[in-house]
């Protein structure tokens, strides 16, 4: 059964950092690529940032360029998400999730998603 689980989320101020993870089991890990989605209240779902470790290839959402940044441990099946300078407007539930597009992130239909870790942050 395929399984994505996120972690890591939580309440900071502005200004602070988190660690997102998303630990993934129940197919071939190497290969997938794989991305971190958000969504906020009222707001459609965003592709935040993806990953390809199989092509050496990343992707990020212009709002969290210089930001944000994501790596995998291919050993550990996860993929992180560093999140440092965090804003209000970063507030929402990040989701992970295997990705068919990585520019931007794109996740197949009716494909596999974790239950999501919130992450606050006030002002």
């Known amino acids: 059964e395929v399984q994505l689980v996120e972690s890591g989320g939580g309440l900071v101020q502005t200004g602070g950092s988190l660690r997102l993870s998303c630990a993934a089991s129940?197919?071939?890990?190497?290969?997938?690529?794989i991305g971190w989605f958000r969504q906020a209240p009222g707001k459609e779902r965003e592709g935040v940032s993806c990953i390809s470790s199989s092509e050496g290839l990343t992707y990020y959402v212009d709002s969290v360029k210089g930001r944000f940044t994501i790596s995998s441990d291919n050993a550990k099946n996860t993929v992180y998400l560093q999140m440092n300078s965090l804003e209000p407007d970063d507030t929402a539930v990040y989701y992970c999730?295997?990705?068919?597009?990585?520019?931007?992130?794109?996740?197949?239909?009716?494909?596999?998603w974790g239950q999501g870790t919130q992450v606050t942050v006030s002002s």
């Open positions: 999730a295997r990705i068919d597009l990585l520019s931007p992130c794109r996740a197949p239909e009716g494909d596999y």
């Open positions: 129940g197919f071939t890990f190497d290969d997938y690529a």
